[in-house]
Structures are given as C-alpha cells and as structure tokens.
C-alpha cells in the first residue's frame, strides 16, 4: 500500500504561481512512476503531468506545457507540482497518483491516488 496526502491548493489570481505537494507514505516512494492528474467540475479526470522513478523523463499535458513543472524528490518520498502563470482553466481538484510500472498519462495505469486539493483559480 501507498498512502497520498496532497497539499498546497487554494486560491489564486490568474497569473499567479501555486506549488502543490504530495507527501507518499508506505512502500518505497522511489518504485514509483508518479503522476499528477486534475478534475474540474462535470469534466472528466485529465492528465497533466507525470514523472519517472528517479525523475529523469517528464511529461506533460499541452495545455499545461511551459507552464507546469513536476518534480520529485526521493530522500523526502515527495512529489511537486509547481504550477506558473495560472489560468481561469486550470481550476479543478489536483491528484497525485503512483504507478508501479511506468511513467503513465491513464488514470487506470496508475495504482495509488491521493484525496486531492482544491485549486481555484480567478480572473
């Protein structure tokens, strides 16, 4: 098992910056490919950015390219999302998953979610 705690949502201006954060609990956070993925309301679960076990390959959705970055640090079995020049659009319910086999851009490929954060973003 893998728990997922995610933090760091709130509310934000358009054009501002936010830095999410999922703490992982349990197996070794380093076996992991982690993802991140959003919900906004009566949308489906989007991908927007996903990580390898040591951090060497990234990807990202086109809508947040430029924008986004993940990153992961293993000694603090923790994920980031830092988060730029937000939009109106990237409102939603932030989740972080982990995934035993790859780095993955399905939900269904990824084993472990978190609760989710809120993200608010105002125009």
């Known amino acids: 098992q893998v728990q997922l705690v995610e933090s760091g949502g709130g509310l934000e201006q358009a054009g501002g910056s936010l830095r999410l954060s999922c703490a992982a609990s349990?197996?070794?956070?380093?076996?992991?490919?982690m993802g991140w993925f959003r919900q906004a309301p009566g949308k489906e679960r989007e991908f927007v950015a996903a990580?390898?076990?040591?951090?060497?390959?990234?990807r990202y959705a086109d809508s947040v390219k430029g924008r986004f970055t993940i990153s992961r640090d293993n000694a603090k079995n923790t994920l980031y999302l830092q988060m730029n020049s937000l939009k109106p659009e990237d409102t939603a319910v932030y989740y972080c998953?982990?995934?035993?086999?790859?780095?993955?851009?399905?939900?269904?490929?990824?084993?472990?979610w978190g609760q989710g954060t809120q993200v608010t973003v105002s125009s």
């Open positions: 990580i390898s076990f040591i951090g060497y390959t990234t």
């Open positions: 998953a982990a995934s035993p086999v790859r780095i993955a851009v399905r939900p269904h490929e990824y084993e472990y």
């Open positions: 349990g197996r070794t956070f380093s076996n992991y490919a």
